[in-house]
């Protein structure tokens, strides 16, 4: 079945570690999305890379890294340096051909103790 | 940067009723997607629209590119139980990167039995 695995579904982490999320993608997508959500705010976009080895910044990247260095594969890092990481991430991906219509993952609960 | 205002934030209905929430945008958008986010899961995309006062169905759910194409609405006819999540608009506007989208604050459906 083709779809978009991340991993694990629930995390936690001590303050000061830092923590890195799994996407991965077997719908031969070109484009993948890393988004934070908390409660009443939406989905924001921390970072997108729409080829292998390139990525750019999103609206709240500060704190966060990413990595594109297999097509299927975009993992995000939530570094010591995010002073609020606790919330709900997702990732998406899509066909650059046509970025309409993005795909989600079924996203990872991280909870900073 | 590109807004969406979704309305309305909440809705608290009965089993059988209809339901309708609205997004709309200061600027022209040239595509309108709604995405419906069952609790603790990604969000699933339910409608896309790409040409203004296009009409689109999906079972009981109809949603409507507006002609203005500043905005777009989602009816959900007889709802039932399952219909309770978060329902998102979502779109790509014309000042906009082609790259990224743009996502209202949701609506939070509750449907009681």
């Known amino acids: 079945d083709g779809g978009i695995t991340q991993s694990p579904k629930y995390l936690f982490r001590k303050e000061g570690q830092n923590v890195t999320l799994s996407c991965e993608q077997n719908?031969?997508?070109?484009?993948m999305y890393w988004y934070r959500q908390d409660p009443g705010q939406g989905l924001r976009l921390i970072y997108y890379?729409?080829?292998?080895?390139?990525?750019q910044k999103g609206d709240i990247a500060e704190g966060y890294s990413v990595s594109r260095e297999k097509k299927e594969s975009f993992p995000l890092t939530v570094t010591s340096a995010q002073k609020n990481p606790t919330a709900f991430y997702l990732c998406?991906?899509?066909?650059?051909?046509?970025?309409?219509?993005?795909?989600f993952g079924p996203g990872t609960r991280l909870t900073v103790l | 940067g590109q807004q969406l205002n979704q309305s309305p934030q909440s809705m608290f209905i009965q089993e059988g009723e209809d339901v309708s929430m609205n997004c709309t945008s200061s600027?022209?958008?040239?595509?309108w997607l709604w995405y419906k986010q069952d609790p603790g899961e990604g969000p699933v995309l339910l409608i896309a629209l790409y040409k203004a006062g296009e009409l689109t169905s999906n079972g009981r759910l109809t949603a409507q590119f507006g002609i203005t194409r500043k905005d777009s609405f989602l009816n959900i006819s007889a709802s039932i139980p399952s219909d309770v999540g978060i329902y998102f608009c979502?779109?790509?506007?014309?000042?906009?990167?082609?790259?990224?989208?743009?996502f209202g604050k949701g609506t939070l459906l509750t449907v009681n039995p």
């Open positions: 719908l031969n997508h070109d484009a």
């Open positions: 600027s022209i958008f040239n595509t």
């Open positions: 998406a991906s899509t066909y650059t051909s046509s970025y309409n219509e993005q795909f």
């Open positions: 979502a779109g790509h506007g014309s000042g906009g990167s082609n790259y990224k989208l743009t």
């Open positions: 890379s729409q080829i292998v080895n390139d990525f």
